[in-house]
């Protein structure tokens, strides 16, 4: 007896919502800071029309916008949530970037050109130098007066984890969707998941090092 082929199914799956204080943080400092470089820009222009401005000045001053236009891209990356959802009456994968409930970035790729669910890390080592003090003996004290300093090179490690959806479509090549933040704090189990949703299978390639990357 031949059994019948299992339905794949959809999935849906999102980044967690960030909490509304840091949020507001965020915005109340990336405001603050993209103010003044935003204020130059507008006097500027004003100078040049209507008080004789250099379009030197003009130039200068357009090209402070590059500042305010990173401070909310940093802002908008790190605050917005991500959501990944599989649909196979429309053969679709859709990764969305929202703030707020409010999507400001969406892509989408064909189920049937999606081939694999690959995962890989990277750990990242950072040195740094420490000033510790040396104290003496102390009859009434566990801690004794200070008597000297010594310096100690300390290092931390931070582990990088990413999973990336790979594809192929005729009219644009090769293609990869990165879905490591729907990932954090998650692990393989939903990776498998996801996988399995689509159709596809999933590989752990273990440690990769970015090319380009000093590790150390």
Same mark, same amino acid.
């Given at each position: 007896m031949v059994s019948e082929p299992k339905l794949l199914q959809d999935f849906y799956i999102s980044s967690k919502e960030h909490d509304i204080g840091p949020v507001i943080v965020g915005m109340v400092?990336? *405001?603050?800071? /993209?103010?003044?470089?935003?204020?130059? +820009?507008?006097?500027?222009?004003?100078e040049f029309f209507f008080l004789d401005g250099t379009v030197i000045g003009v130039v200068f001053s357009i090209s402070l916008l590059v500042i305010p236009f990173l401070l909310i891209r940093y802002f908008l990356r790190k605050y917005s949530t991500l959501r990944l959802q599989v649909n196979h009456n429309?053969? /679709?994968?859709?990764?969305?970037?929202?703030?707020?409930?409010? #999507?400001?970035?969406? @892509?989408?790729k064909s189920i049937s050109e999606a081939q694999i669910l690959v995962y890989h890390y990277y750990i990242i080592t950072s040195s740094f130098e420490t000033e510790k003090s040396i104290h003496g003996?102390?009859?009434?004290? %566990?801690?004794?007066? #200070? @008597?000297?300093? #010594? +310096? #100690? %090179?300390?290092? /931390?490690? /931070?582990?990088?984890?990413?999973?990336?959806?790979?594809?192929?479509?005729?009219? *644009? *090549?090769?293609?990869?969707l990165e879905i490591s933040k729907i990932m954090e704090g998650t692990g393989h189990d939903m990776a498998k998941q996801i996988a399995r949703s689509i159709g596809i299978e999933f590989q752990d390639n273990g440690e990769i090092v970015p090319k380009g990357l000093v590790i150390g």
């Open positions: 400092l990336t *405001g603050g800071f /993209s103010a003044p470089f935003l204020f130059i +820009t507008l006097f500027s222009l004003f429309e053969d /679709s994968i859709v990764v969305e970037k929202a703030f707020q409930n409010k #999507v400001w970035k969406r @892509i989408r003996y102390s009859p009434i004290s %566990n801690v004794g007066p #200070v @008597i000297g300093h #010594v +310096t #100690v %090179n300390e290092h /931390s490690d /931070s582990a990088h984890q990413k999973y990336h959806i790979h594809g192929s479509s005729a009219e *644009g *090549g090769n293609w990869e």
